[in-house]
Nanobody, 120 residues
């Protein structure tokens, strides 16, 4: 079993910052890409940012210059530093990881989600 546990969501005023964390645990041999997606009410889940094992990154246009994704391979953890938050950034943020398990299976896993609210 592989589990992803997110933390760091909450309420922040427009212009503020939050840092999300996602720790993967379980029968992990290696993790390729890790990423963050978000889903606002009535909208589809969308990619926010992704980081591959070699630290190459992809960002959605709507977060470029404001959000930074990073990872600690030793801790199987991915982070999302979110600055200059806007009300439209409010959503449930989900962690995602492409994992190779110790028995050789490759699967994609999701965290349970963490709520980010941006409001004055």
């Amino acid at each position: 079993q592989v589990h992803l546990v997110e933390s760091g969501g909450g309420l922040v005023q427009p212009g503020g910052s939050l840092r999300l964390s996602c720790a993967a645990s379980g029968t992990i041999f290696s993790i390729d890409a890790m990423g963050w997606y978000r889903q606002a009410p009535g909208k589809v889940r969308e990619l926010v940012a992704r980081i591959r094992r070699g630290d190459t990154t992809d960002y959605a246009d709507f977060v470029k210059g404001r959000f930074t994704i990073s990872r600690d391979n030793g801790k199987n953890t991915v982070y999302l530093q979110m600055n200059s938050l806007k009300p439209e950034d409010a959503a449930v943020y989900y962690c995602h990881a492409n994992v190779e398990t110790t028995w050789g299976m490759r699967n994609a896993y999701w965290g349970q989600g963490t709520q980010v609210t941006v409001s004055s």
